[in-house]
């Protein structure tokens, strides 16, 4: 036997010529051998011709694995037929020991066939041979006949052998079968900080993985070629000395001699590579793979056979989240009509499939060129070919692999195709391939097969019978045809000989000819229908495993329980905690911080409403958590934790996956209609219509928004909702349930695992800090107070911040994909164990936020961004700005009032840095440009930072580096555009790719230098969250305003606004003390109200047409146009109040006045009654002295009985003014622009006596100057200043109060312009000036002294004009003097 074999083996290598057969021997070196088989030395091989080559063969592998050796050497260098034969050989060798017993049965079978099958198979096979044999001009050339390759159990074992080989060359034994998560490898590693370039080919999967997350298409040619060692004669002959060198004669150098050569090793294939992490990898990573291979435009595994049995499974839940956008041109009659499919998900989506599928073994035409061709013209390799750059012709796990792709119609008139179509690739010959190729034929508008007609003559035991049995359209590219006789054919039917066409007249035979075929066809197939298509064929659905039906089920229920509800209610109805009620209460939270709507209340009054409201609307949550419904209690079942199989996870996708589905038309039409309104709102502005019509567009268009956001709903919302129930629970409940204390650990479960979770509430703008906190207090259990770096991210809409987030680290923020990322998400990100001590912390915390570009922000809107973008760069280490384009214009709005944010924040311990990356920006090669634009940039930013450092009044800060760390050098990036020509078939741009790994690696360098301190731990991370919330609630100015500019356009305006509103305050004093005056000389006895409202109206317009004159001819009239109706407002609102107080006053004195004349006449007969009676009460009781009690009761009778006559009838009521409350709401407009001004005026009674700081007090360019010794001129002058201001308002009470005029809140304005007008002064020609703070803590003192004084002068002007009051304080002298009167008549008698 042995002797047969080696004669067998002789006869195969003697077939080779010389050139072959040191292929052979190359190859032969480094193919992957079974275990406990080594490789024949090189050395040995070098010399063996082909007897001894046999010998050596049957030595190192014995006579059977010899043949096996062998065989795939051959097929390695494309030896075929001779391949051919070793498995002929083998297989008859099987036969013989009764290993195949298939055959008889198909025999027995075509002998029981009756006649008139026969006589139909015989037709058949005439038209089969008729159309398979096309008719052509004769070449000469007839191809020899090729065998069947059959696949046997031995192959098997040797496939499994082979593979078992490469995934212990990549190192992935540990993973296989399908246990790579993304935990294993979406991490913060070496390569993170180097690149990616493979060192060994241990690394060959981490670095495709890497590459493949940068979105670079190169992964699919990463190979690692080892370390190249050759030695040859060459290198002997170099070192030989100039004087032995002989020059060659002509023969001598056209001779060749081949050099002794050490070969390099075979490398792994670059598919080969893919693949293998394929199989090994976990359904959430081959989805994470097979998503990125998508962006890539990739060709992806459609049917994978196992590569240890004949197993073949279809990846489905691989292929969920693809997501395909294109335009599909609709003709309507004469008119052609564009329909946007964006953001699809591609698995939903029936689309005509063409399938490629190559018929024999002597095919060399590559079916993936044709494709490549087709797809993308050739301009990029959606499938792999064996002509591609760095193949290497041995790839092992690519055998009966069918991949497939889209091509999706850009809508322009370049498109091959109008409309998307599936295309599949089928590798290897499809007759070894017999499920896959009837699956294809099954689901397959079109099919496509290449072969040549050499093939034919084996049609009896060929798969061509069934596709021309089949009634579904078929092309046939015969290979070695020029020209096809045309006859008369099945119009379904189609040939074409490809010989001598070049790649563009191909591909454009084939598209006119698919285009005629896909017309008349109407088997569109959808990834969901092709899996029911393949339970049929007994394939392994991905998606039918236990867990993932299990957590399909749970999202089922949900389902059915939305779809009864209509989708504009669904919120409200299913998620009632977030819907209006925490609305009201987010307001109601911020309303207690920034106390603007307090009215006449004090603060603390105020303060202690708003918590009882708080705590209502809490009360109300909780009384429907009590009730939870079914959606939510299937909610949190689904949300349970299963740690090993994770099917929480498959719950939220295939939840939100539906849930799309499920409003998915609905919203698309509601969102159709914004457009249209929007675009007809914009368009009816652009005219300056004021029309009718332009309203009832915006009011639809407000009712279209509305509702979009009401039928939006994801899987954000259902997590919120989970939040709103613990917090409801936290607050209202004072029992502790399982319920309450199962939900943090939920979430915690969730982005331990590497879920996004919402910071802040993207409908609410708020961060529901209770449930955050709770939600870090569970992760800090389950990992430890892990140290975490903060990477945020802050862009415009549409910049891409989330696509480069997701290039970066591989995070996918939006749960709900394809929607805009709101609020805030963070996710967390492991540092690999070797790195953390190098780096300083163990994990990134990474905070997406949502785009903030709005069109035609409304003022609220303005104040959420800027509180939303504040917040993402407080909270962060290190900040990107993300910015599209090289305009920095956008951003720099929000960056100004960031730094006002952070300058008026000093209670915070924070030191933000951030870096800048331009997307879209061409390739930055004039060295002097882009530093002349880094230094723009510099200059930029240094300039809005020097001007809110001014307006904010902190000297320290002179550049945007004190307040945001920035390097101009290093903190810049400018990224190419994402994609390498135009969408949607366009692959990414390796140039984006490249400054995804060098921004990433920048990121890192920059956290490693990142001080140890402030770098926090999760506890402390979770205060630095409530701290900086609370804070940005405090401050209710800065965020109002676009830029600094406006900044300082509202306090010019306010300033000069408060200087004529003292005019007209100071012009109704004036008139006041004019009525008084002639009150209480008894000039007038009633005011008219008409003379006196003339005169403040006269006063009033004046100040108007100063105010309108400036709004029209100030520089900055364009900023503020938008004040202007406000101010207007104010000021008409101010003229009435002050006319109606003076009214009032003018009508209480009068009354006074009356009554003290009128005491003054009845004064005398009050005496003489009270006279009379005493003389009386002496005559009735000479024996009895009336005590003090018995005399005040006579009084009091006489007194009641006649007082009556003095009182009008109606006396003019007025309330008392509440001064403490006046004193609090004239702070609270006047230093608005204060930093946690609330608090201040709040605890104003609790701060030590004004004393003068030095440091806070006073703002000066010569910084030595503020901190110097007490001593200096400036310092005396300061101290001299404060000095005059406290005469200066002593004085003005005292002379209101002597003029007992009573009490008016202007008073408290005429404090404030003593203080503005004496500060201003000191400021003049000096070099310092004194702060808003100064201002502040000295209104808030003298407000407080002056407060009192208001009070007793208020009571003192009460007891003088209040007519019952001012009786009853004579009432006191009037029995003084009746009292002496008796007495004095009793000691007469």
């Known amino acids: 036997m042995e002797s047969t074999s080696k004669e067998f083996l002789l006869t195969i290598l003697e077939d080779l010529i010389e050139e072959e057969l040191s292929k052979f021997k190359f190859r032969l070196t480094s193919i992957p051998l079974a275990a406990g088989y080594d490789h024949i030395r090189r050395g040995t091989l070098q010399q063996a011709n082909a007897l001894t080559l046999a010998d050596l063969l049957i030595q190192y592998y014995g006579e059977e694995y010899s ?73 000469g050339f007839t191809p020899l006949p090729r065998d069947i390759q059959q696949c046997n159990d031995k192959e098997v074992t040797i496939k499994n052998q082979r593979f078992h080989d490469l995934i212990k060359r990549l190192n992935l034994e540990c993973y296989y079968p399908k246990k790579m998560s993304k935990v294993n490898y979406l991490f913060i590693n070496k390569t993170s900080f180097l690149g990616s370039q493979p060192r060994a080919e241990g690394e060959l999967p981490h670095c495709f993985l890497e590459k493949l997350l940068v979105l670079d298409y190169h992964s699919r040619y990463l190979v690692y070629r080892g370390k190249i060692e050759t030695t040859s004669n060459v290198s002997q002959t170099l070192k030989t000395t100039e004087s032995e060198r002989k020059l060659p004669t002509f023969e001598d150098f056209f001779t060749i001699k081949e050099a002794h050569t050490t070969i390099i090793p075979n490398c792994i294939h670059p598919m080969d590579i893919q693949m293998a992490i394929f199989h090994c990898a976990d359904d959430f990573t081959r989805q994470y793979m097979v998503t990125k291979l998508s962006i890539c435009q990739f060709a992806l595994p459609f049917l994978v056979p196992s590569p240890c049995n004949h197993q073949i499974e279809f990846p489905l839940w691989s292929l969920r989240q693809v997501r395909r956008s294109w335009k599909e041109v609709e003709k309507i009659g004469w008119e052609k009509k564009i329909r946007n499919y964006d953001n699809q998900l591609i698995c939903w989506q029936p689309t005509p499939i063409v399938s490629f599928i190559r018929v024999g073994n002597s095919v060399s035409t590559s079916k993936s060129q044709i494709l490549n061709s087709l797809l993308s013209k050739g301009k990029h390799d959606n499938f792999f070919h064996h002509h591609s750059k760095k193949d290497n012709n041995s790839c092992l796990l690519m055998e009966g692999v069918v991949e497939i792709c889209w091509f999706c119609p850009s809508g322009r008139a370049e498109d091959r195709f109008e409309n998307c179509i599936a295309f599949t690739s089928l590798h290897g010959n499809g007759e070894m391939h017999e499920k896959q190729v009837k699956f294809l034929l099954e689901v397959s508008s079109v099919t496509i097969l290449l072969l040549s007609t050499s093939d034919i003559e084996k049609m009896k035991s060929s798969i061509l019978p069934e596709f021309f049995k089949s009634l579904k359209p078929l092309i046939c590219l015969f290979e070695n045809v020029e020209n096809i006789v045309d006859e008369k054919c099945d119009p379904h039917k189609v040939r074409i000989g490809i010989k001598n066409l070049n790649k563009v007249e191909l591909a454009d035979k084939i598209t006119a000819t698919l285009k005629k075929l896909l017309k008349n066809s109407t088997s569109p197939c959808s990834l969901n229908n092709c899996a029911n298509i393949a339970r049929k064929y007994e394939f392994i659905i991905d ?24 989708l504009s209610q669904r919120k409200e109805e299913l998620l009632p905690l977030q819907g209006q009620l925490w609305y009201d209460w987010c307001k109601k939270d911020k309303e207690f911080y920034q106390v603007r709507k307090k009215g006449n209340r004090s603060i603390e009054q105020y303060k202690n409403e708003i918590e009882m409201e708080k705590q209502k609307i809490r009360c109300e949550q909780y009384h429907k958590v009590i009730d939870l419904n079914d959606l939510m209690n299937s909610l949190l079942d689904g949300l349970q934790s299963h740690p090993e199989t994770h099917m929480e996870l498959y719950f939220l996708q295939r939840l939100s996956m539906f849930m799309e589905q499920l409003s998915k038309k609905d919203l698309e039409t509601l969102h159709q209609r914004h457009s249209f309104l929007l675009a007809q709102v914009q368009t009816e502005k652009q005219k300056q219509s004021k029309t009718d019509s332009l309203r009832l567009w915006e009011a639809e268009l407000e009712d279209v928004s509305k509702e979009i956001s009401e039928s939006t709903l994801g899987i954000e919302q259902f997590l919120r909702e989970v939040g709103q129930i613990y917090e409801a629970l936290e607050e209202a409940s004072s029992q502790t349930n399982t319920l309450f204390l199962s939900l943090p650990q939920m979430a915690a479960d969730l982005m331990v695992s590497g879920a996004p979770i919402e910071l802040m509430d993207g409908d609410a703008s708020y961060v529901p800090l209770k449930w955050v906190a709770a939600v870090f207090d569970k992760v800090s259990e389950k990992l430890g107070e892990k140290r975490v770096f903060v990477l945020s991210v802050l862009g415009l809409q549409g910049s891409g911040k989330s696509t480069l987030l997701n290039a970066m680290f591989g995070l996918q923020f939006s749960l709900s994909a394809g929607r805009c990322t709101q609020g805030a998400y963070m996710q967390l990100l492991k540092v690999e164990e070797i790195l953390r001590e190098q780096l300083g912390f163990d994990f990134v915390l990474v905070v997406d936020s949502e785009g903030l570009k709005v069109p035609q922000l409304i003022n609220e809107a303005q104040v959420k961004k800027n509180e939303l973008a504040t917040f993402v760069i407080g909270l962060g280490n290190l900040t990107l700005i993300n910015i599209f384009g090289k305009n920095l214009s956008e951003m720099q709005d929000i960056l100004q009032i960031a730094v006002h944010a952070f300058l008026r924040m000093k209670q915070l311990t924070i030191s933000p840095r951030c870096l800048f990356v331009h997307q879209n920006i061409e390739e930055v090669i004039n060295t002097n440009q882009n530093m002349a634009r880094r230094r723009w940039l510099q200059e930029k930013l240094d300039g809005m930072a020097l ?42 741009n390796p140039s984006y790719s490249q400054n995804v790994q060098e921004l990433k690696s920048r990121i890192l360098n920059l956290a490693k230098e990142e001080s140890r301190g402030n770098i926090l731990k999760l506890s402390e991370l979770k ?3 409530r701290d900086l919330w609370k804070t940005l609630m405090n401050e209710n100015f800065i965020f109002r305003f676009r830029n600094t500019k406006e900044v300082m356009v509202m306090n010019k ?6 200087s004529w509103t003292w005019e007209l305050r100071s012009h109704v004093l004036e008139l006041q003390n004019q009525l008084t005056n002639q009150i209480q000389n008894g000039g007038v006895e009633e005011i008219n109200r008409s003379p006196v409202e003339k005169q403040v109206v006269e006063k009033h317009e004046a100040i108007k047409q100063k105010l309108e004159k400036y709004f029209r001819e100030d520089t900055d009239r364009d900023i503020l146009a938008q004040w202007k109706a406000k101010f207007e407002n104010n000021l008409k609102t101010l003229k009435e109040e002050l006319i109606v107080e003076l009214m009032k006053k003018c009508e209480v004195m009068t009354s006074g006045k009356k009554i003290q004349d009128l005491w003054n006449e009845q004064k005398v007969k009050f005496e003489h009654m009270f006279l009379e009676k005493i003389r009386g009460m002496s005559v009735s009781s000479k024996s009895m002295e009336l005590d003090d009690k018995e005399l005040r009761d006579v009084f009091n009778k006489i007194w009641s009985e006649n007082i009556s006559i003095l009182l009008p009838p109606l006396s003019p009521s007025v309330e008392d003014p509440d001064i403490e409350i006046d004193l609090e709401n004239i702070l609270l407009e006047h230093f608005k622009q204060h930093p946690n001004i609330v608090n201040k005026i709040r605890y104003r009674k609790t701060k030590k006596a004004f004393s003068i700081n030095y440091s806070k007090h006073v703002f000066t360019s010569q910084k030595s100057q503020a901190y110097g010794s007490p001593v200096e001129e400036f310092e005396k002058d300061i101290i ?80 003088a004009n209040n007519p019952v009051l001012y009786l009853e304080s004579k009432k006191e002298e009037s029995f003084t003097n009746f009292k002496l009167s008796y007495k004095h008549c009793q000691s007469i008698d």
């Open 1053 to 1058: 305006l306010e300033t000069l606004y408060n």
């Open 1280 to 1359: 001299k200043r404060t000095t005059q201001i406290m005469n200066v308002v002593k004085e003005i009470i005292h002379m209101r109060e002597q003029r007992n005029e009573g009490y008016s809140s202007s008073y408290f304005h005429e404090i404030l312009q003593v203080i503005q007008t004496e500060t201003e002064a000191a400021s003049q020609g000096i070099t310092y000036l004194l702060t808003n703070r100064y201002k502040l803590e000295l209104a808030l003192e003298l407000f407080q002294q002056a407060a009192n004084s208001f009070k007793k002068m208020c009571t003192a002007f009460k007891m």
């Open 543 to 566: 998606e039918d495993q236990r867990d993932c039906q299990e957590a399909g089920k749970k999202a089922d229920i949900i389902i059915d329980l939305l779809g009864k509800v209509k």
């Open 947 to 988: 001007a809110a450092s001014r307006y904010e009044q902190c000297p320290d800060v002179c550049q945007f580096n004190d307040i945001i760390k920035f390097d101009v050098k290093t903190h810049i990036h400018y990224f190419a555009c994402l994609w390498e020509g135009y969408p949607p078939m366009a692959p990414p």
């Open 1023 to 1025: 205060v630095r969250i």
């Open 67 to 139: 043949k096996t050796v062998t065989h795939e050497v051959l097929k390695a260098i494309n030896q075929r037929s001779l391949a051919e034969k070793i498995s002929k050989f083998i297989e008859e060798s099987g036969s013989s020991t009764g290993k195949c017993g298939k055959k008889p049965n198909k025999r027995k079978q075509e002998n029981e066939a009756g006649p008139d099958e026969e006589k139909q198979n015989l037709t058949v096979s005439k038209k089969l041979k008729k159309f398979f044999n096309p008719k052509k001009p004769s070449s």
